[in-house]
Nanobody, 121 residues
Framework: VQLQASGGGLVQAGGSLRLSCAAT????????MGWYRQTPGKQRELAAS???????NHADSVKGRFTISRDNAKNTVHLQMNSLKPGDTAVYYC????????????????WGQGTQVTVSS
């Protein structure tokens, strides 16, 4: 499985960006696609995720500003980022977690190459 991310860039505070990620290869029908972000010296943290069943999870810091969506048929996930702040500056990584039939086990984890998002003040 390969994850191809796109859409990062430089934007002024208050602006918007849309990240996209396409998974090639089999990721099954029970999975979570999401976006993590990381700044130098800090741990990678979840920004938002969405399961193939439709459940979403957004970090408190992005609620009301970021929206995750996905297309199960195309194995794509998108992150619409509005009202961006300098604190959102990070490398954003696409992530896929593949689960077993009843979601009880993690079968695989996949990471994209990362895309830089820079928000200027």
């Amino acid at each position: 499985v390969q994850l191809q991310a796109s859409g990062g860039g430089l934007v002024q505070a208050g602006g918007s960006l849309r990240l996209s990620c396409a998974a090639t290869g089999s990721i099954g029908t029970r999975n979570t696609m999401g976006w993590y972000r990381q700044t130098p010296g800090k741990q990678r943290e979840l920004a938002a995720s969405k399961t193939s069943a439709g459940s979403t999870n957004h970090a408190d810091s992005v609620k009301g500003r970021f929206t995750i969506s996905r297309d199960n048929a195309k194995n794509t996930v998108h992150l619409q980022m509005n009202s961006l702040k300098p604190g959102d500056t990070a490398v954003y990584y696409c992530h896929v977690e593949v689960r077993s039939s009843y979601w009880e086990r993690i079968l695989n984890n996949y990471w994209g190459q990362g895309t830089q998002v820079t928000v200027s003040s």
